[in-house]
Each structure stands twice: as C-alpha cells, then as structure tokens.
C-alpha cells in the first residue's frame, strides 16, 4: 500500500465512522421506541391477568410474547406444575400401564436390590478424605484477644437409662409423610439434567444505588446523609409519611423505618397481625398508588409480612415513574433500641466493609438481594466454570425442595430430658453458616440407585457419602440409643420434620451426605442405614469465594466493635456485623428458590384470581396471597442451600475443632451428656450444664449466650423456652461468664 491509498482508505474510514455514528443514534432511538412499546405491552398484560377466565396461552399469542415472559410479567397467570407429583403419577403410571423399559448401557439390573445397608464407618478415615468431613476447614478469624491452646473435649461415655416412648410434642398432632422418591423409567432421567438456556452468569454492569433514608416513625426523626430532620408523620399511613419523607428529601426513593413499626398500628382491630399489615400498606391515598413496575422489573405490589413488610408505591399522578419503598429496618438486623443516627452509620459501615472485597459492591433492598447480587460478582471468569452455573432442571429443584429441609428446630419433653431442669444454658454458633460454604455441588447430578451402590467397595461408598450427595434412605435407631435423634423424619402439620430417637425406631426420609455419614460414623455407635437411591454432585467451589469475603467484612466489623473508641460508632459496627450475617443467610435462602409467595389486590367486587388466600378486606380493595410455583430463575440453586443447611445440621451434633489437619477438639450436642439437651433452634442448643466448648471467636465456634440458674420448670412450649432463653440471656450479662 502507497502513501496515497493510505490517505484515501483513512478518509472513507472517517466517512465510514460518521456513517456508524448516526446508525448508532437511530438504533438507540428505535430502542428507546421499542422500550416505551415493551413497557406498554406489560402493561396490558399485567392487566388482563386480572381477568378470572385469563389463559397464559392465549395471551402469548396475542403478545407475541413467549409463555415464560407472560408468567413472568403476570405471575397470577403461572399455570404452577406440580413436577415432582406429575413425575411421579407418570411413574406410576408407566409401572401400571406400560412394559418395563429396554435395558440401557447404564441401567441397573432388574433383580437389583431395592436398598443398600450403608457400612457402619467406624474406623478413622483417610486423612484425605477426613479433610472432607462436615466442617472441615477452620475460617478467617475475627481479630480476637489471645486464647489458650483449645483441649479436645472428653467424650461422655453413654448412661444406660431404659427405652422410653417418644412423648407426643404438644404443639402439632404429627403423622407420617411421604416424600416423594426418584421415579424409574424416562421420568426419572428428568431428575438428571439442567435446564436448558439457564445458567447462573457473571453480570455485565453495575446495580444502581438508590437514595435511602433512615426514619425513626415513633420519634419522627429522619437521617438524610449527614443531616437530621424533624418530620410531621401525621396518622403515619403511608401516604403521610411519603408525603413527609419527600419533601424533607425530594429524590428519596427507599425509606427503612428503624422504630415505631406504624405497619402495626391499630392491630386489635384485626384477628390477625398479617390483617393489620395488609390494611396499612392499602390505606388509600389521593396522592400514592401501589407500584408495580413493568416489563423485566415488574413488582408483586405490597409483600405483606407480619414484622418485615414491603411497600412499594408511586405517585397517582404519573404511576410509570419512579417507585419508592417503605421497608424494615429489621430485614437487615434488630436496631435493638439503636437511634436512627446509629442505624445509618451501620448501613453505611457496611457498605464501606463490602466495599473493600467488591468494588462494584451496592447495597440494594434486602439482604437477600444483596447477598446473591455480591455471589453473582464471583463467579469465575477462568476454568470449568467461567461461562457459569448450569440452573437444575424444574423436576430436581421441586424435589430438592420437597425433600431438604433447613435448620433444626426441636424442643425435647420429658421424660428424655427432666421436668426440673438444674439449668438452662445456651449455645450459639457465631456465624455459623459461613463455615459450611467451603465445599457445595456443582453440575449434573448422576444417580445412584440401591443396585449401583450395593456393587460399590467400602471405599466407593465412603466416598459418595462424604461428597455433595442427596440420599433418599430408609433409617433404623439401633438398640440401646439414649440420646438425640440424629436424622430428620417427614411428619405432617407445622414442625415439617421430627428427630427420632427411640430405639427400633424405623422411617425413611432424605438427607444430605453430611448427616448420613455423622450416622453412620458418630462415636457413640452407627445407625442402620439403608440406601434407597441418590443423588451425586461433583464437589465444586462455587460459594467459596463468595464466603471468604463476607466472612472478611464480618471479621473487620466485628474488631471495629471491639475497639472503636466511640460508643456509638461501636454499637453501628456490631449491626453492621449482623447485617453481613444477614446477607449470607438469606442470600443463601435466596438460592433456594422456594416457590414465589404473590400476593396483591383486588377491588371489592370484582372476581379474584383462582388459588389465592385472602390476606384482609377494607371498603375498597381485598388483598390476598398465592403460590405461584417455579420462575425462570438464573439464580436458583437449592442444591447449595440444601447442602449447606445439611452440613450445619449435622454441626449441631459433631462439629471438629481442626489445627491445620489435625483434629484438637468437639463440641456439639453428641459430646453433652444423654438427657441434657433440652432445644435445638437452627444454630444454637440449650442444655442443663455448661460444656467445655472453647471459643475463638471463629465462624461455626460455640458461643456461650444464656445461663438460666435452675430450678426451672421445663418449657412446655416453643414460646416458654424463647421467655427463659431471655431471662438467662439477662442474668448472663448481668453476672458474667464465670457466674
């Protein structure tokens, strides 16, 4: 190429350029065109959801729109398949109906037994593996005072004590409940894929930050950035203290209420707190309607909760614009008679924490947004992983959600425990989530039926037990047990799950690796375990980065709570810790993806929605709630929840004090007398003595929390045991630790 054309090729490129430039503009007009046509068309379709006769179907042809699009811009519309009853009514049927299937290359034998008794793992494991136990690495440290060398735990040998009959618990008549099993045929190879187009994604762009304020509703303070400003609230509807809030800080558009609960506000009249919360976040108002958003952004309205409600509204005058919410302080951590002044500095300590292991980190909502948002900013962008998480397909995430249940939670009645007790002391683990986040299963799982894991060696299915697994199992309590039931059992009414515990006692249930391998391995003696059939994971990392820098901000925080100078400043850092907390455990819920809770209004007088529960009713609107299934969720991974919530179970029982790979201690319920432990609540346990648990201030360690000095009549109710759960939290920080 010459000087010349050189010169002509840069002019065409500059001609080319101008060219590209007004392209650039005309799409983006067009798009600004296409957004404002989208935002009508959800509109419209919004609309005739409210219709009684409206069909998903019909409307998507019309939209041309697909049917996940209308689902979800109308979740009233959701048809809500019931995969795992349908999978296995199919099932059924193919075994009624239908010749058994051709035998394929990686199908079990016909003949195969339909259980394997997993081996009793008695003898110590490989270190290796040991390495892969339920809690296994020790986590980043809080910066705590120096402790002695932690002394591993005596083991209590078992007292000998009679075979008694399980008390019946006096809150729920319970019976027995099926879960749902791994259907044979081509049913089941759904219960072995992902779903197609889903796949958890490294985001491209940065969340907006929103223009929040803090208000103390019963003192009628405000906290805009650094200033404080007295605000009329009126009869504190919502509309008066939009009115307020706006004009104190135009531009506002999330509002946390830190005290005086105004949701709360002439309960009595109202059989119900959920009735009193519906009818204030409808209170009528000329100038504030309920928001609903649109298109990709479209709103449920109003999330009626008894204590953590969201209300979301817009101006009458111009719906389509911008919303503004009305939340709860106590989403994020209980303001425990902070000010308002305190409240914003935690929020903003915690976005400072977050901000020194995201940079891009912003602080939305609710924990649980937040939470997965931060996740979502770790998925790796090198390796396996790199173009994300494949998402379950709908059959497993149902039956993963059917079958995993989450924190224990267990009052033991006499005669298992005594109706005197000398004590009630309480343990709770710090943090105690964040030490199970090392380890969570990623990919396809492969089956693995009773057939398949009779044919493997001790050390294959040592193995498969101690991976990220999903078991479907058939459990017996050997004779001669005196303690804590070790594994969960379906029952019906509002507990979900009990712990059996009597000797000879026979159920079969689903559980994660960790506690079939605490069952089978614990020191006091191994249950019989039969295999039905199960899930396999590959061990992956997915939650582990995501872990270790939540748990970095707690660490920072929790030190800033220690050793600020400033009062104050000490209390906002101590909740700002909690609001990290919050952020694991519900952006971890979050994963799970339970069915979506829809709720909404409708005008007196027209039909409702069909399925929906009504919430509450004034003269004008009737507000009611629905299940309304599965959504197309690029985040939804109710393995990691289940796994995760397994593991912390399984720590409530046997959780390893680890120096390095060593082993130097135990604490957890199996290493407290037979007949001590009196309640089980998600992270903590209450016993009649204290224990010799060490604390180091580390994530999943044992806190000592309560000291009740007995005698105390044994609660006989959830409700008893939360009243002396604070009177011995009282009498402990009034006396100390070495009472």
Same mark, same amino acid.
């Given at each position: 190429?010459?000087?010349k054309?050189?010169?002509a #090729?840069l002019a065409?490129?500059r001609e080319l350029r101008?060219?590209?430039t007004a392209?650039e503009k005309?799409v983006?007009?067009a +798009?600004?065109?296409?957004?404002?046509?989208t935002?009508q068309?959800?509109r419209?379709?919004?609309?005739?959801?409210g219709?009684?006769?409206?069909?998903?179907?019909?409307i998507?042809?019309?939209?041309?729109?697909?049917?996940?699009?209308v689902?979800r811009i109308?979740?009233?519309?959701?048809?809500t398949?019931?995969?795992?009853?349908a999978?296995?009514?199919?099932?059924?049927?193919?075994?009624?109906?239908?010749p058994?299937?051709a035998?394929?290359?990686e199908?079990e034998p016909?003949?195969?037994?339909?259980a394997?008794?997993a081996p009793?793992?008695t003898?110590?494991?490989p270190?290796?593996a #040991?390495?892969?136990?339920?809690?296994?690495?020790?986590?980043p440290?809080?910066?705590?005072?120096?402790?002695?060398?932690?002394?591993a735990?005596?083991?209590?040998?078992?007292?000998?004590?009679?075979?008694?009959?399980?008390p019946?618990?006096p809150?729920?008549?319970?019976?027995?409940?099926e879960l749902?099993a791994l259907?044979?045929g081509?049913?089941?190879?759904r219960?072995?894929a992902v779903?197609?187009?889903?796949v958890s994604?490294?985001p491209?762009?940065? +969340?907006q930050?929103?223009s929040t304020?803090?208000l103390?509703?019963?003192?009628?303070?405000?906290?805009v950035r650094?200033?404080i400003?007295?605000?009329?609230?009126g009869?504190?509807?919502?509309?008066?203290?939009?009115d307020?809030?706006?004009?104190?800080?135009?531009?506002?558009?999330?509002v946390?209420i830190?005290a005086?609960?105004p949701?709360?506000?002439?309960a009595?009249r109202?059989?119900?707190l959920k009735?009193?919360v519906?009818a204030?976040?409808?209170?009528p108002?000329e100038r504030?309607?309920?928001a609903?958003?649109?298109?990709?952004d479209?709103?449920?309205?109003?999330?009626?909760?008894?204590r953590?409600p969201?209300?979301?509204?817009?101006?009458a005058?111009?719906?389509?614009?911008?919303s503004t919410?009305?939340?709860?302080?106590?989403?994020w951590?209980?303001?425990?008679?902070a000010d308002v002044?305190t409240?914003r500095?935690?929020?903003?300590?915690?976005?400072?924490a977050? *901000?020194r292991?995201?940079?891009?980190?912003v602080?939305?909502?609710?924990?649980?947004q937040?939470?997965?948002?931060?996740?979502?900013?770790?998925?790796?962008?090198?390796g396996?992983?790199?173009?994300?998480y494949p998402?379950?397909?709908?059959?497993?995430r149902?039956l993963?959600?059917?079958?995993?249940g989450q924190? *224990?939670?267990e009052l033991i009645?006499?005669?298992?425990?005594?109706e005197?007790l000398?004590?009630l002391?309480e343990?709770?683990?710090?943090?105690?989530?964040?030490?199970h986040l090392?380890?969570s299963?990623?990919?396809?799982p *492969?089956?693995v039926t009773?057939a398949?894991?009779a044919?493997?060696?001790?050390?294959e299915?040592?193995?498969?037990?101690?991976s990220c697994?999903?078991?479907n199992?058939?459990?017996?309590?050997p004779a001669?047990?005196n303690?804590?039931?070790l594994?969960?059992?379906?029952?019906?009414?509002d507990r979900a799950?009990?712990?059996?515990? =009597?000797p000879?006692?026979?159920?079969?249930?689903?559980?994660g690796?960790?506690?079939?391998?605490?069952?089978l391995a614990?020191h006091?003696?191994?249950w019989?375990v039969e295999?039905?059939?199960?899930?396999?994971?590959?061990d992956?990392?997915?939650?582990?980065e995501?872990?270790?820098?939540?748990?970095a901000?707690?660490?920072?925080?929790t030190?800033?709570?220690?050793i600020?100078g400033d009062?104050?400043q000490?209390?906002?850092a101590?909740?700002?810790s909690?609001?990290?907390?919050?952020?694991l455990?519900f952006?971890l819920g979050?994963?799970a993806q339970r069915?979506?809770l829809?709720?909404?209004?409708t005008?007196?007088?027209?039909?409702l929605?069909?399925?929906v529960?009504?919430?509450?009713?004034?003269s004008?609107?009737v507000?009611?709630?629905?299940q309304?299934?599965?959504?197309?969720d690029?985040?939804?991974h109710?393995?990691?929840?289940?796994?995760?919530?397994?593991?912390?179970?399984?720590?409530?029982?046997?959780m390893?004090? =680890?120096?390095?790979?060593e082993?130097?201690?135990y604490a957890g319920?199996?290493?407290?007398?037979?007949?001590t432990?009196v309640?089980f609540?998600?992270d903590?346990?209450?016993?009649?003595e204290r224990?010799p648990?060490?604390y =180091?201030g580390?994530?999943g360690d044992?806190?000592?929390?309560?000291h009740?000095?007995?005698?105390?009549e044994h609660p006989?109710?959830?409700e008893?045991?939360?009243?002396? =759960?604070?009177?011995g939290?009282?009498e402990l920080?009034e006396?100390?630790?070495?009472q």
């Amino acid at each position: 190429m010459d000087r010349k054309t050189y010169t002509a #090729e840069l002019a065409g490129l500059r001609e080319l350029r101008t060219e590209i430039t007004a392209a650039e503009k005309a799409v983006a007009a067009a +798009q600004k065109e296409l957004d404002k046509l989208t935002a009508q068309r959800s509109r419209r379709v919004a609309g005739l959801a409210g219709y009684e006769g409206a069909q998903a179907p019909a409307i998507a042809k019309a939209s041309g729109l697909t049917l996940a699009d209308v689902v979800r811009i109308a979740p009233l519309l959701d048809p809500t398949p019931a995969a795992v009853r349908a999978a296995k009514a199919d099932d059924q049927a193919a075994v009624t109906t239908a010749p058994a299937p051709a035998p394929v290359a990686e199908a079990e034998p016909v003949s195969g037994p339909v259980a394997a008794v997993a081996p009793a793992l008695t003898r110590p494991a490989p270190t290796a593996a #040991e390495d892969q136990a339920v809690v296994e690495q020790p986590a980043p440290t809080a910066p705590t005072a120096p402790t002695a060398p932690v002394a591993a735990a005596p083991v209590v040998p078992p007292v000998p004590v009679a075979p008694v009959a399980a008390p019946v618990h006096p809150m729920v008549e319970a019976g027995p409940r099926e879960l749902p099993a791994l259907p044979e045929g081509p049913a089941g190879a759904r219960f072995e894929a992902v779903t197609t187009g889903l796949v958890s994604k490294r985001p491209n762009f940065v +969340q907006q930050a929103r223009s929040t304020v803090f208000l103390d509703a019963a003192a009628g303070t405000l906290a805009v950035r650094d200033q404080i400003v007295r605000v009329d609230l009126g009869a504190r509807t919502p509309g008066e203290i939009l009115d307020a809030v706006l004009h104190a800080a135009p531009g506002t558009e999330r509002v946390y209420i830190t005290a005086g609960a105004p949701w709360h506000d002439g309960a009595e009249r109202y059989s119900t707190l959920k009735d009193a919360v519906a009818a204030w976040l409808n209170t009528p108002s000329e100038r504030w309607t309920t928001a609903v958003g649109s298109g990709r952004d479209r709103l449920a309205g109003h999330f009626v909760h008894q204590r953590q409600p969201v209300g979301r509204y817009a101006p009458a005058a111009a719906p389509d614009s911008g919303s503004t919410e009305i939340r709860s302080m106590g989403e994020w951590f209980d303001p425990d008679g902070a000010d308002v002044v305190t409240c914003r500095d935690a929020f903003r300590l915690l976005w400072q924490a977050l *901000r020194r292991h995201w940079d891009d980190a912003v602080l939305m909502g609710s924990p649980s947004q937040t939470g997965r948002d931060l996740w979502s900013r770790t998925i790796p962008t090198t390796g396996k992983w790199a173009g994300g998480y494949p998402v379950l397909s709908e059959e497993l995430r149902g039956l993963l959600h059917a079958t995993g249940g989450q924190g *224990r939670t267990e009052l033991i009645l006499p005669p298992r425990v005594p109706e005197q007790l000398p004590a009630l002391v309480e343990y709770d683990r710090t943090f105690a989530y964040a030490k199970h986040l090392w380890k969570s299963p990623v990919g396809t799982p *492969r089956r693995v039926t009773a057939a398949a894991f009779a044919t493997m060696t001790e050390a294959e299915q040592t193995k498969a037990l101690m991976s990220c697994s999903h078991w479907n199992i058939r459990v017996t309590v050997p004779a001669g047990w005196n303690h804590v039931g070790l594994l969960p059992a379906p029952v019906t009414g509002d507990r979900a799950w009990i712990y059996p515990s =009597r000797p000879g006692e026979t159920f079969t249930t689903w559980a994660g690796g960790a506690e079939v391998h605490l069952a089978l391995a614990n020191h006091l003696g191994p249950w019989k375990v039969e295999i039905l059939g199960g899930l396999l994971f590959e061990d992956g990392k997915p939650l582990d980065e995501w872990g270790k820098r939540l748990k970095a901000a707690w660490a920072d925080l929790t030190n800033l709570s220690r050793i600020h100078g400033d009062e104050r400043q000490r209390t906002a850092a101590y909740l700002a810790s909690r609001a990290v907390r919050s952020v694991l455990l519900f952006g971890l819920g979050g994963f799970a993806q339970r069915p979506r809770l829809v709720s909404g209004t409708t005008p007196v007088g027209e039909a409702l929605p069909a399925g929906v529960e009504i919430l509450g009713q004034d003269s004008e609107v009737v507000t009611w709630q629905r299940q309304a299934g599965f959504s197309r969720d690029p985040y939804a991974h109710p393995e990691w929840a289940a796994y995760v919530w397994s593991g912390a179970r399984a720590a409530l029982l046997d959780m390893k004090y =680890r120096q390095g790979k060593e082993v130097i201690g135990y604490a957890g319920a199996l290493h407290a007398k037979p007949g001590t432990v009196v309640y089980f609540g998600t992270d903590g346990i209450a016993l009649t003595e204290r224990q010799p648990w060490p604390y =180091r201030g580390e994530p999943g360690d044992y806190l000592l929390k309560g000291h009740l000095t007995g005698p105390v009549e044994h609660p006989t109710s959830q409700e008893e045991y939360l009243k002396l =759960r604070g009177l011995g939290r009282t009498e402990l920080a009034e006396k100390g630790a070495d009472q």
